[in-house]
T-cell receptor, first 118, second 111 residues
Framework: GAVVSQHPSWVICKSGTSVKIECRSL??????MFWYRQFPKQSLMLMAT?????????EQGVEKDKFLINHASLTLSTLTVTSAHPEDSSFYIC??????????????FGPGTRLTVL | GENVEQHPSTLSVQEGDSAVIKCTYS??????FPWYKQELGKGPQLIID?????GEKKDQRIAVTLNKTAKHFSLHITETQPEDSAVYFC??????????FGTGTRLTIIP
């Protein structure tokens, strides 16, 4: 149980284009999903919190107009990197909370998406 | 917000020996402490977690201890095997639902 998938697993795009990454909870419903970015040999940095049916909450320093998040259902959140530039190249990881889990911040992580912007 | 410190940053252990990784946190109200294992090119995998109502939890070769007074928790891996080589992250709650991660420990098991 508690499986989270991401698609695609890797993507290469040209500078200036947009890329969409999907995050799905496969066997549970997630009212809250999180998007992280991880640069090589660094820790996970939270970018935004995605809540089903409402606007995402972005961490300080993360451009909401550049990283568009949509959480249209209890099992799907998408991250769109708009007008991507080489400095956006990174490992993007999503996580999800089981809506039945109350009181503890337990999160299940997806396998990550490697984005390379040329 | 929560501040999580993790050490050591790298750890090399002879196969069969034990490995210990430690984390400290700042928010005394924190109640949930997970440990994640991340292999190269993959997402973090939850390997064990502990809630603040217990002091220790074990799962086969892996154990986590929690000292709420000192605000630190530790990951213990016994009888280490080559497949234990990975980067390990601790985390602590931040806000209502978020987690703050430690800086990671690269564990290398020497055959």
């Amino acid at each position: 149980g508690a499986v989270v998938s991401q698609h695609p697993s890797w993507v290469i795009c040209k500078s200036g284009t947009s890329v969409k990454i999907e995050c799905r909870s496969l066997d549970f419903q997630a009212t809250t999903m999180f998007w992280y970015r991880q640069f090589p040999k660094q820790s996970l940095m939270l970018m935004a919190t995605s809540n089903e049916g409402s606007k995402a909450t972005y961490e300080q320093g993360v451009e909401k107009d550049k990283f568009l998040i949509n959480h249209a259902s209890l099992t799907l959140s998408t991250l769109t990197v708009t007008s991507a530039h080489p400095e956006d190249s990174s490992f993007y990881i999503c996580s999800a909370r089981d809506r039945r889990e109350i009181g503890y911040n337990e999160q299940f992580f997806g396998p990550g998406t490697r984005l390379t912007v040329l | 917000g929560e501040n999580v410190e993790q050490h050591p940053s790298t750890l090399s252990v002879q196969e069969g020996d034990s490995a210990v990784i430690k984390c400290t946190y700042s928010d005394s109200a924190s109640n949930y402490f997970p440990w994640y294992k991340q292999e190269l090119g993959k997402g973090p995998q939850l390997i064990i977690d502990i809630r603040s109502n217990v002091g220790e939890k074990k799962d086969q070769r892996i154990a986590v201890t929690l000292n709420k007074t000192a605000k630190h928790f530790s990951l213990h891996i016994t009888e280490t095997q080559p497949e234990d080589s990975a980067v390990y992250f601790c985390a602590a709650p931040f806000g209502n639902e978020k987690l703050t991660f430690g800086t990671g420990t690269r564990l290398t098991i020497i055959p």
